[in-house]
């Protein structure tokens, strides 16, 4: 990635390496004013969806403790006409019809990734178009292929790449600040990440095209040759080009999904290999504040992770895994914590199993979390809060879906053990919980197969809020869809705990659908309560019933397939201007 500010090439195979030395340009100065529009551009769109974020949760807020003596919360059921219009067309709406989450397949069998949103798709597009826009202003088109139309649009794109620079790795983090801050999930920032990724390559292969061209024109290939064999600045930035090619090229949805652990190693290897080259390649220019920043902001985020997995982990005999092979191929992994985790529903950990996977993560949601007393506690009587937490220790459980590598490798050690199994766990984490339901006075909760494991911790305090009343929701439907009734076995032990809850029945209503039955006797409903049903469900005509039955606001939330997901949002976006009700959606994809 040659230089962004170099001057024009006046013989032969003068060096590019001179422009270190040379006074700040006129043209350097607008390069860095347009790379500024791009960051006040930003965070621009950052104080507008912190803006929206704070009117909403003050709006819920207010729902909420307006709603927690009143049962028929009428008022809050009328919907907003306009709102729901903005809703349907822009900030529920799929690109096209309904597929959103629905990944698309090539040949029917490589997942190539998901459509973006409505609303996605035009910020993404905004950001494309500014790119475009500030690359293209003030180049002298009328004079193409001159050098010094090369020397400005080389030193312009290659400005604006490294400044995109910042946002892709802040968008990228799984400790990215505004996940919290703007209730925006780690999915979303990661499908941003990607674009922004592909908009530096555009960027950084049409400032070394340029940089090539001229070379070329002047002083043939050879001068090339000579640049790229004498010039530590040419050097360098060949090579952080050819590594953002690289990146680009290996970060496909197919190759991430068939080979997700080597290409998170070359991913993070490669990442440092063009840092340093870029930061040798802006030695002494203005532009490297900007490599500069953003290797502070990798190396702090990093810092981060390796900070929370020490606090979480260390000491008191370190987080132990207890692994359970169940029935369905599926995984329960218990895990007592070294330190107390304050858990919250829809939050999710990364999980480390040194012997399984070495140092490699991945991310599960929390299904359930317990606090006991620990047994081998010396403390005696607690005397103060602190004496409080030194004697508890928290319990936190996942159920784990068999698929390939990590988790097939922890189902075969988990089966041939026979029983139970016990081994050292590095937790990083909490992340997510980004959503609280208790300001819905009803609540609409779908789940498919696993994808139960982030429900199940609203269910718990959906009741527990309702029997304490702590939340203004009267009315929770749980729509689970299983493959088997064998499924049933992987959440049966909190299931059984939610169903003994104080008030349970005047509030919960669980809806079970098997999709492949073994036999009719298979499908029995225990109580009026929890019914089960054999097929899949009609989920129109569920969200059109509870809507008729609907007390306040709905909250409708959706884990499992992309097909479920879509399915769900689209009999939601029908109901807007009709029904007050909000769509949740949880997903992670990588």
């Known amino acids: 990635m040659p230089t962004p500010t170099s ?134 088109w009328s004079q193409s292929g001159t050098p010094n139309m090369l020397d400005h649009l080389r030193n312009r794109s290659g400005t604006l790449a490294v400044v995109n620079l910042i946002p892709l790795v802040i968008m990228g983090g799984r400790n990215n600040p505004l996940i919290q801050g703007l209730k925006i999930s780690f999915d979303t920032f990661n499908l941003v990440h990607r674009w922004f990724g592909r908009i530096i390559v555009i960027e950084a292969v049409v400032h070394t095209i340029c940089f090539t061209v001229k070379v070329v024109k002047l002083a043939g290939w050879q001068g090339m040759a000579t ?27 197919i190759l991430r999904h068939a080979f997700y652990e080597t290409f998170l190693h070359m991913h993070i290897l490669v990442v440092i290999l063009v840092f340093a080259a870029l930061y040798i390649h802006l030695e002494g220019l203005q532009q490297q504040i900007y490599v500069q920043i953003t290797i502070a902001s990798w190396a702090i985020e990093r810092g981060i992770r390796l900070g929370l997995m020490i606090y979480r982990n260390a ?66 009587l607690a005397m103060n809060r602190q004496d ?25 050690k988990a089966e041939k053990a026979q029983g139970r199994l016990v081994m050292t766990a590095l ?27 982030h429900q199940v911790g609203y269910l718990r305090d959906l009741v527990v809020g309702f029997s304490n009343g702590t939340v203004a929701t009267r009315r929770v439907t749980l729509v689970w869809i299983i493959q088997s009734p064998e499924h049933l076995e992987w959440i049966r032990p909190w299931m059984t705990s939610i169903l003994a809850l104080d008030k349970r029945r005047d509030i919960l209503k669980i809806q079970l659908f098997v999709t492949r039955p073994r036999a009719t006797k298979e499908i029995h409903s225990p109580s009026a309560t929890v019914q089960m049903f054999p097929g899949r469900p009609n989920i129109d005509t569920i969200v059109g019933l509870e809507c008729e039955a609907q007390v306040g606001t709905m909250g409708v939330s959706v884990c499992g397939t992309g097909a479920l997901a879509d399915d769900v949002r689209l009999a939601v976006r029908k109901r807007q201007g009709v029904a007050n009700i909000d769509f949740v959606e949880e997903s992670y994809s990588w």
């Not at 998901?114 to 790119?131: A, C, D, W």
């Not at 640049?227 to 949805?253: D, N, Q, R, W, Y």
């Not at 937790?427 to 494991?453: C, D």
């Open 388 to 412: 409080i937490l030194a004697l508890q220790q928290t319990t936190i459980s996942a159920i784990i879906r068999r698929r390939d590598g990590f988790t097939n490798a922890l189902y075969k």
């Open 315 to 380: 000491g008191r005999g370190g987080s132990r895994a207890t692994i359970e092979a169940l029935a369905g191929d599926a995984i329960r992994v218990t895990i007592k914590m070294a330190r107390p985790w304050n858990y919250q529903p829809g939050q999710y950990m990364f999980l480390t199993l040194p012997s399984i996977g070495l140092w490699t993560s991945h991310p599960f949601s929390i299904a359930w979390s317990d606090t006991e007393e620990r047994l081998d506690s010396e403390k005696g």
């Open 427 to 453: 937790v990083e984490g909490p992340y997510g919980g980004l959503h609280s339901l208790g300001s819905y006075g009803s609540v609409l909760i779908f789940a498919g197969g696993v994808g139960i494991t």
């Open 7 to 140: 001057p024009p090439m006046s013989t032969g195979t003068s060096s590019a390496s001179s422009s270190a030395s040379t006074p700040v340009s006129t043209e350097n100065v607008d390069n860095i004013l347009f790379a500024t529009y791009i960051i006040i551009s930003l965070l621009s769109a950052v104080g507008v969806f912190l803006a929206y974020r704070v009117i909403s949760s003050a709006a819920r807020y207010i729902r909420k403790v307006t709603c927690l003596n009143n049962d028929t919360q009428m008022y809050f059921r009328m919907p907003n006409i306009w709102f729901g219009r903005v809703k349907k067309h822009l900030i529920y709406a799929p690109l096209f019809k309904s597929r959103h989450m629905q990944e698309l397949q090539l040949f029917g069998k490589w997942g190539i990734g998901v459509i973006p949103t409505r609303f996605q798709t035009i910020f993404l597009t905004l950001v494309i178009v500014m790119n475009v826009a500030l690359c293209a202003t003030g180049i002298e």
């Open 227 to 253: 640049e790229l064999h004498t010039s530590k600045l040419v050097i360098s930035g060949f090579i952080g080009t050819v590594g953002f090619v690289f990146i680009i090229l290996h970060s496909s949805a």
